[in-house]
């Protein structure tokens, strides 16, 4: 179908109205509470680094990780919430809880499978990093210079493929969730293929909002609160399209 991003924005904010209360209220618990599971894991990671307590540190890196870990289960929550939005089903606040009832496992999985790859779109820039921390490198040296130049130009290559994949899989969660019984690896493919020649569109409908993001931040982040389900019901309204135009291909072979 490929409907215009225009056109979806005004589907996010037509199936948004009246339900705003929901998805403010499942955004708002669900940063509070990770935001509180990580205070004592990053005070632990801040004081193993300033006194160079290695058991600090480790288990400062374990705790955030397990709790980001617990942070894609409460997305996934929110995505379920607006995917039910975009269908025209009833939502409550506690289908937020619905990856946590169902097959989490799958749900840790794709949370695990983005980290990797993103260590490693990142490492190349990082190894090209050590030069330059070292306490003899002269700043100036022509040879920090050109590890400075290696390190910025890796970060920026490993930032565009992460970005590509990011792309690539952004229909993962709603495939999760839509099907209890797919696995994570046949998830990712499946939101790969539906993403082909779709990337740039959806890259473009979140470029759209870097206007209202500016605005969020500017009202002390308050305004983020309506900008977010904006933007994440637009990208259900997203999907919708690409498995409406999946479903009519489809046919249209059969």
Known sequence: MNKKNVLLKASARENLLGHYGTVIA??????LII??????????LRQ???FSVMPHMVMGILGIVIVSLIAVLFESGI?????????????????????FQNRPDRYFGYGVVVMIVSIICQLPGSVCLIPLLSETAELSSPGI???????IA??????IVLIILMLSWSMTVFILLEDPEIRVTEAIRSSSRMMKGNRGRLFLLYLSF??????GILSFLIGLLWIIPYMTQSQTCFYLDLQTKETHHADNIS
């Open 48 to 50: 193993g680094f300033a």
């Open 79 to 99: 995505l379920r919430i607006h995917l039910l939005l975009v269908r025209g089903q009833d939502t409550r606040l506690k289908d937020i809880l619905y990856p």
């Open 35 to 44: 935001l509180l599971l990580n205070i004592p894991f990053d005070n632990m």
């Open 26 to 31: 499942a955004l708002f618990l669900s940063a």
């Open 210 to 215: 870097i206007a209202w993001i500016l605005f």
């Open 154 to 159: 890796l970060y920026v290559i490993g930032a």
């Open 145 to 151: 210079i050109g590890w400075t130049v290696l390190a």
